[in-house]
């Protein structure tokens, strides 16, 4: 069964950390890169962060080049969002996706697995 599952969300204060997690299982292909996305109450689906499989190449969104970092865990279909410095407008679902492709910026589209989400919501 193909499955894409996140977890970590919360709600911090402004300044806190959170880390995220996703898990990928079952998927009839091998992947080629897996990624964040976050949307808003009123926003797009926006991917802000990237990752390689194969490779480890990173890709991130200004709004969080410097505050966030991703990794690959020890399997390849294992994916985790460091998010440090948190401010009200990163708050949003946060989904975890998985891409036969590679293109930066992430591009919905281009990606066919996802999770159904996680909620982060930072405050004053």
């Known amino acids: 069964q193909e499955q894409v599952v996140e977890s970590g969300g919360g709600s911090v204060q402004a300044g806190g950390s959170l880390r995220l997690s996703c898990a990928a299982s079952?998927?009839?292909?091998?992947?080629?890169?897996m990624a964040w996305f976050r949307q808003g109450a009123w926003n797009q689906r926006e991917g802000i962060a990237s990752i390689v499989s194969r490779g480890g190449m990173t890709y991130y969104a200004d709004s969080v080049k410097g505050r966030f970092t991703i990794s690959q865990g020890t399997s390849e279909t294992t994916m985790y969002l460091q998010m440090n410095g948190l401010e009200p407008e990163d708050s949003g679902m946060y989904y975890c996706?998985?891409?036969?492709?590679?293109?930066?910026?992430?591009?919905?589209?281009?990606?066919?697995?996802w999770g159904h989400g996680t909620q982060v919501s930072v405050s004053l």
């Open positions: 079952g998927l009839p292909y091998r992947h080629t890169s």
């Open positions: 996706a998985v891409s036969l492709y590679d293109r930066r910026p992430p591009l919905a589209q281009d990606y066919y697995w």
